[in-house]
């Protein structure tokens, strides 16, 4: 046997080949939609960045929303399973004795963690779930789809840090806590230019080292204070 022969590429398989074929228009429909939006990018336009003919990705996904909300899933299942570990971890190590630090912590630093680690591709995806979130008509949908599960563990771990906080706190809290990293991670550069360069929207270390710290005050503060009385009806 030659060291030709020896050292000669075995062709990859038909399953090898679509697999690095839908990896490929993933990846470019990830960049395109993160940067124009669902509506702003079109079947063609992927086919061009990936260079096939627009009827393979007909082929593979049927259609742009086939296409879009696969590369949504490619993403959110890694996404919510890290977090679901990290929380399921948290419960373990903590006794059962849950606080709210540990508990946002474990929900927060464990996905930052993606974006700071994982390059541009994750926060091309961090991107674009800043735009399904804020698309009403049928983003909720495909948020409730993908994170509900991880969300309610973490308002699990939420009440139980805080028995005594009503219930309708903690889920506002939590609304706070997804809408301050939803525009994180869409990385719009406004905190650039307000800070004058202090600050950098892409720079997730940062955020991880501030943002959990933040949150967990927040939710003391909301579940503590005070709460004013209902005003009267007039008689």
Same mark, same amino acid.
């Given at each position: ?76 299942? #890694? *996404?919510?399973? !890290? +977090? ?6 948290? /419960?373990?190590?903590?006794? %059962?004795?849950?606080? $709210? ?53 973490? #308002? *699990?771990?939420? !009440? +139980? ?6 219930? /309708?706190?903690?889920?506002? %809290?939590?609304?706070? $806590? ?54 009267? *009806?007039?008689?």
């Amino acid at each position: 046997m030659t060291t030709e022969t020896t050292t000669r590429r075995k062709r990859p398989t038909k399953a090898e080949q679509r697999s690095s074929t839908t990896e490929q228009i993933l990846d470019a429909a990830e960049h395109l939609f993160a940067r124009h939006g669902f509506y702003g990018v079109t079947l063609k336009d992927v086919a061009v960045r990936v260079g096939v003919h627009h009827t393979l990705l007909n082929y593979y996904f049927n259609d742009k929303a086939a296409l879009f909300e696969a590369v949504f899933a490619r993403r959110a299942a #890694i *996404s919510s399973s !890290r +977090r679901m570990q990290a929380l399921d971890r948290y /419960e373990a190590e903590c006794g %059962g004795r849950p606080s $709210v630090e540990g508990a946002v912590h474990a929900f927060l630093d464990t996905d930052l963690e993606l974006y700071i680690e994982g390059g541009e591709a994750w926060k091309n995806y961090g991107a674009l779930g800043a735009q399904v979130s804020n698309t009403p008509d049928w983003g909720a949908d495909l948020m409730s789809r993908h994170f509900d599960p991880v969300v309610m563990r973490l #308002i *699990s771990l939420l !009440r +139980r840090a805080m028995p005594e906080c009503p219930a /309708e706190d903690i889920f506002w %809290g939590y609304n706070f $806590v997804t809408g301050a990293l939803l525009l994180t991670l869409a990385r719009t550069g406004r905190i650039d230019k307000l800070s004058g360069g202090l600050c950098h929207s892409d720079d997730f270390a940062a955020v991880k080292d501030r943002m959990a710290r933040f949150m967990a005050a927040g939710f003391h503060a909301l579940c503590h204070s005070e709460r004013r009385p209902e005003p009267e *009806s007039p008689d």
